[in-house]
């Protein structure tokens, strides 16, 4: 038998650690507090702010469904829904949120040049409206929820179709 030589354990030093500067200090509840009051004051506009980025949201839609093909005009309308995507919540209407978030997908979000047929586009786009105009706001809405989960459904089957059309053949 051989002998085996002794194993050497090497522990690199924890540069990030210091660069950070240890531990995070405690999360300063009065501040919070007053941040959630400002919020609260501010509240009172949000119907008028999720008007208007719903309207910035109808306005690219006209641009894209007038240009199909024009990829500034979908990169405008996926903009439009990626605000909203991330503004509907705090505004209340979280239904709106997750339509977004599915137009976001179908506009290149995370699965890049994905070709949905305008058809659907346009009833992301519709569903946002309806919400808005209807006051549906709470994800408890049994109407809203139904047609969230049909949007989401749709959109999952079209994403899936396409990449696996595109991914290579073994």
Partial sequence: MSKQKPIEVITPPNMLKTKVGGALPALDQRAIARAEAALEKMS????????EELARLLQAWAVYEKNPGDDAAKIELHRCAHDLKGLAPTYGYPLVGRICATLCKLTGDEYGDIRAPDRLLKAHVDAANAAV???????????GLALVAELETQTKEIIAAQTAAEAPKA
Avoid: S
Wanted: glycine share 16%.
């Fill in 133 to 143: 105009v209807g006051k549906i706001k709470g994800a408890e809405h049994p109407v």
């Fill in 44 to 51: 009172g506009q949000f119907a008028d702010w999720i008007k």
